[in-house]
């Protein structure tokens, strides 16, 4: 037995410990981990299942690690190593492992860090369930799931298989679970996928994704084709979609993706459907979307930049950069800090502006990678520009899927420790896609990060529908109003309406106002009438590198 090098006591405790663990955790295997010595025990089962060398491991992590399929393994091992180095308190992922047979199940591992009285961590405890071959049918509906999905996009990629992928979903689906409870929720599910499934027939296979999404590739039928499915789809769901006697309506949300560049990942191809679909559902109505660059309408090109920039996140962040732009103090016009804005450039694509990478990588399982790369870049640059402006205030821009994850509290704050930078002269600033968030959590972490010190800013205020109620609900420091309603102040009554109401709500709030968006000076002197405290924009100055910002001469606030 490996347990020898324990004292006697830890070990009474591992296995006390274990025992009350597999009465919890029936039907999953358990593994326990006492952090201290390294030693692990992990259930019988799962040691015959796996071929494990033994119940009492030293090193299981990396043991284990041995074990997960190769294209799970770098997300599996990043969050080992986040749990280990006290990133994160805990993980709950999803990984292939191979079993004593040479096959892959799926496996769904949830883990906990359990700490000492002192608040070290001392255990590492989790279960893991096997779902077997068995999870590639979804029960509900009988369709492949998003295991199979993935296989079989692997297998596009394989043959070099031009491929039209279509997502489809239904808004509103929660209410109909709310209402009619979650069999019938289910049964319309299961019908809804015959339907979808009856009107491709053999030009497509549909699957199952998570929660009521369904995605169908079809090789045989091009684009176009497609759109008119989907339209007679949704015209079908909308009107006189008929289950167990009850008339439901669906309103369908559609995104869809060509593949027909077989060097890029299928993990892009993911993200970019998810993007194409949330854009259909959050600002076209459920209209159908086709991802491609918006420039130059090109899905090939748009679908390989994004490959390449995801790569680049996968690679330590080459090639990304920080530009800064100067806040100013609306009454004294000095320099009050700065928006830390994100850029990518390489020798091929140039320098490409984020509104072309942030909104497809925001779906991707790696964008906190660059979230935390944007937050310690800015804040060691930041560290800099305390010596030359003291007072000054770095603003970061952050993304709901980097707030979304376990632990980012944590690891903004370790990030400050690291850098050096102070938790007062940073402010985080929310974009409209964080309202998607759990209001409880947000407000939870609002509230956590201003105890700390930390500022918290609402950006693009104004663009999303519930404005006040999110005023009225979490407590920031400052509201940004979007270049959008005020670019046209000076003459339009509408913008100078808009602004008027906003600085006054935000006032009525006990939160300060920063206009974006000042291109003159005109524009500066007009908004000087409303209760706006600190201006940014092309006026004072573009964005620019660290170095360039550091050469321009403000007066410090
Ligand atoms: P935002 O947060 O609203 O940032 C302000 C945008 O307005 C910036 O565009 C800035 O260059 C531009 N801008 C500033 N002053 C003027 C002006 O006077 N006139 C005009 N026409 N534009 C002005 P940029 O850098 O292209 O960023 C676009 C958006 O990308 C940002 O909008 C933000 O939503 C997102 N973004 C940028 N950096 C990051 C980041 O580090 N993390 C995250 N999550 N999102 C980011
Ligand atoms: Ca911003
Ligand atoms: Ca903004």
């Known amino acids: 037995m490996r347990g020898d090098k324990m004292d006697q006591e830890r070990k009474r405790k591992l296995d006390e410990l274990f025992a009350a663990f597999s009465v919890v955790a029936e039907g999953s295997y358990v593994y326990l981990c006492d952090m201290t010595a390294d030693i692990s025990r992990w259930s019988k089962s799962a040691v015959n299942f796996f071929d494990l060398p033994g119940e009492y491991m030293e090193n299981a992590g990396t043991i284990w690690e041995e074990h997960i399929h190769p294209e799970d393994k770098e997300e599996y091992r990043q969050s080992i190593d986040a749990i280990f180095s006290g990133k994160n308190g805990g993980h709950d992922m999803q990984y292939r492992a191979r079993t004593s047979g040479g096959d892959y199940v799926m496996c769904t591992c949830k883990g906990v860090v359990i700490l000492d009285p002192d608040g070290k961590p001392d255990y590492f405890a989790g279960a893991i369930k096997n779902h077997g071959l068995k999870s590639y049918i979804d029960s509900v509906t009988g369709l492949r799931t998003l295991y199979g999905f993935f296989e079989d996009l692997r297998s596009v990629f394989w043959r070099k298989e031009e491929s039209v992928i279509l997502q489809i979903g239904a808004t ?71 289950v167990e006697g009850e008339f439901i309506s669906l309103s369908l949300n559609g995104g869809l993706v060509i593949v027909n560049n077989f060097d890029i990942n299928d993990k892009t191809v993911y993200s970019c459907l998810k993007y194409a679909y949330s854009e259909s559902k959050n600002r076209k109505m459920g209209d159908l979307v086709v991802f491609h660059d918006m420039i130059t309408n090109d899905s090939r090109q748009a679908i390989e930049k994004i490959n390449v920039i995801r790569n680049n996140v996968s690679e330590d962040c080459s090639g990304f950069f920080l530009c800064y732009q100067p806040i100013m103090s609306a009454s004294s016009e000095s320099l009050k800090g700065m928006e830390a804005l994100v850029r ?15 909104p497809v990588l925001e779906q991707d399982a790696l964008f906190p990678k660059l979230g935390t790369w944007i937050l310690r870049q800015a804040m060691t640059d930041g560290v800099k520009f305390l010596e030359k402006y003291p007072d000054m205030i770095m603003n970061v821009n952050l993304s709901y899927a980097q707030m979304e994850k376990d632990g980012f509290i944590d690891e903004v704050l370790n990030l400050l420790k690291e850098t050096g930078f102070p938790a007062e002269n940073l402010c985080l600033e929310i974009t409209e896609r964080c309202r998607l968030l759990d209001m409880e959590l947000l407000k939870n972490m609002v509230t956590i990060f201003r105890d700390n010190g930390i500022k918290i800013a609402l950006d693009d205020f104004g663009t999303g529908y519930s404005s006040l109620g999110i005023l009225r609900e979490l407590p920031v420091d400052t509201v940004k109003i979007d270049r959008e309603y005020v670019k046209n102040v000076e003459k339009s009554e509408a913008d100078q309406n808009t602004v008027r109401y906003i600085s006054d709500l935000a006032d009525a709030f006990s939160a300060e106002v920063c206009v974006e968006g000042v291109e003159t000076e005109n524009m500066k002197d007009f908004l000087k009438q409303y209760k706006v405290s600190s201006l940014q924009g092309y006026y004072y100055s573009k964005p620019v590198p660290s170095d360039e910002f550091l050469a321009m001469e403000f007066v410090a606030d």
């Open 344 to 358: 990518w450039h390489s020798d091929t694509y140039g320098t490409v502006p984020p509104n072309q990478f942030i």
């Open 172 to 242: 509103g689906f929660s209410n109909i679970n709310d209402v009619y409870g979650y069999t019938f929720g289910n049964k319309i599910l299961a019908q809804f996928g015959r339907k979808v499934q009856d009107k491709f027939g053999d030009d497509g296979v549909v699957y199952r994704m998570d929660g009521t999404k369904m995605v169908v590739v079809t090789h045989t039928l091009n684009p176009n084709q497609v759109a008119v499915i989907y339209k007679e789809l949704q015209e079908k769901a909308a009107g006189n979609f008929y």
